[in-house]
Nanobody, 124 residues
Framework: VQLQASGGGLVQAGGALRLSCVAS????????IAWFRQPPGLEREFVAA????????DYADSVKGRFTISRDNTKNTGYLQMNRLKPEDTAVYLC??????????????????WGQGTLVTVSS
């Protein structure tokens, strides 16, 4: 499975961006997908995850109420809508997937497939 993330860029604080993650999976709806981010010089951290049918969603506390994860299984695509961006949201954002889903939703070790990442820079 190949994942292609896009949609990053430079935005001012308070602005918004929408990230997309297109998967080559033949049965995309069987994959749990997630977004992680890696700020400069820091560890990769969990942002959000969504189950295959969209019935389960989880967010990191730092983005809850500002970010929305969604998916369109007819397009093999996952999304991360990011609103009210803050400078501390600056990071490379990566999408990840696993099928069948296993392990802890927020753990990097629970995902077998990773995209290449897209850079989000939020200026103050």
């Amino acid at each position: 499975v190949q994942l292609q993330a896009s949609g990053g860029g430079l935005v001012q604080a308070g602005g918004a961006l929408r990230l997309s993650c297109v998967a080559s999976a033949s049965i995309f709806s069987s994959y749990r997908i997630a977004w992680f981010r890696q700020p400069p010089g820091l560890e990769r951290e969990f942002v959000a995850a969504i189950s295959g049918n969209g019935g389960f969603i989880d967010y990191a506390d730092s983005v809850k109420g500002r970010f929305t994860i969604s998916r369109d299984n007819t397009k093999n695509t996952g999304y991360l809508q990011m609103n009210r961006l803050k400078p501390e949201d600056t990071a490379v954002y990566l999408c990840a997937a696993s099928s069948p889903p296993y392990g802890l939703v927020r753990s990097k070790a629970s995902y077998d497939y990773w995209g290449q990442g897209t850079l989000v820079t939020v200026s103050s």
